[in-house]
């Protein structure tokens, strides 16, 4: 198992450094200095690799936002947490890594989609119904309609020329998006907490 996190973690860089396509099975052993016929028995070949290689980063992040979900009570410091971890982690998936998925492996992009509409709707539902609870957030909107909604705009961010066109950062864009949508679904009380939160991304 040590062998294989360590192909997955080398692959993940090397896919997100210089885009799925352009990487070979041989360029992932070279990298971690063993023999293609090891990498082979850890992997049937390229299309299992990268199918495996967004498998982990998955779990990765269902992992650390369970995380914080069990251990910060507030609804938009939570938010606000989970959030910053994302687009940290992100950068493990670059905008060309993201393309050549899209365009050369479906079934691995396929899974990144699942990913969003399922577990991340999820998250955010369970955020907006935390946050009417304790005052954060106002009731009258739906939460499922505003979650999907959020959720596809915010993914749009790596994936859009218009977007990427800007003058601004994926992480400046990103956080914008965000605090959009917080102050659209917060009450008084929520925009005290939006606005006593440092979003640069670099005070985690």
């Known amino acids: 198992m040590e062998l294989v996190s360590r192909v997955q973690s080398t692959a993940q860089r090397l896919f997100s450094r210089f885009g ?8 992932v052993a070279k990298e971690i200095s063993i023999s293609k016929k090891t990498l082979y028995k850890c992997f049937r070949d390229k299309e299992s690799l990268v199918l495996s290689t967004v498998e982990s980063h998955l779990r990765e992040n269902e992992a650390a936002i369970e995380k914080i979900i069990n251990t910060e009570p507030n609804a938009i410091e939570q938010f606000h947490l989970i959030t910053m971890y994302l687009m940290s982690n992100q950068r493990k998936m670059s905008p060309s890594m993201l393309y050549d998925l899209k365009k050369y ?29 304790s005052g954060l957030y106002h009731h009258d909107f739906h939460p499922e309609i505003i979650a999907r909604s959020f959720s596809m705009l915010s993914f749009q961010v790596f994936d859009n020329e218009e977007l990427n066109s800007l003058n601004a950062s994926q ?3 990103l956080i914008e998006i965000i605090k959009y949508h917080l102050r659209s679904i917060s009450t008084p009380k929520g925009i005290d907490t939006i606005n006593a939160i440092n979003w640069k991304i670099n005070s985690l």
Not at 20 to 27: A, I
Not at 113 to 132: A, D, T, W, Y
Request: hydrophobic share 35%; net charge neutral; glycine share 2%.
């Open 171 to 173: 992480d400046d864009i």
């Open 20 to 27: 799925v396509k352009s990487v070979t099975m041989d360029d």
């Open 105 to 133: 492996h479906p079934k691995s992009f396929e899974l990144l989609e699942k990913h969003r509409s399922k577990n991340i709707v999820r998250h955010l539902l369970f955020n907006m119904e935390l946050g009417q609870k």
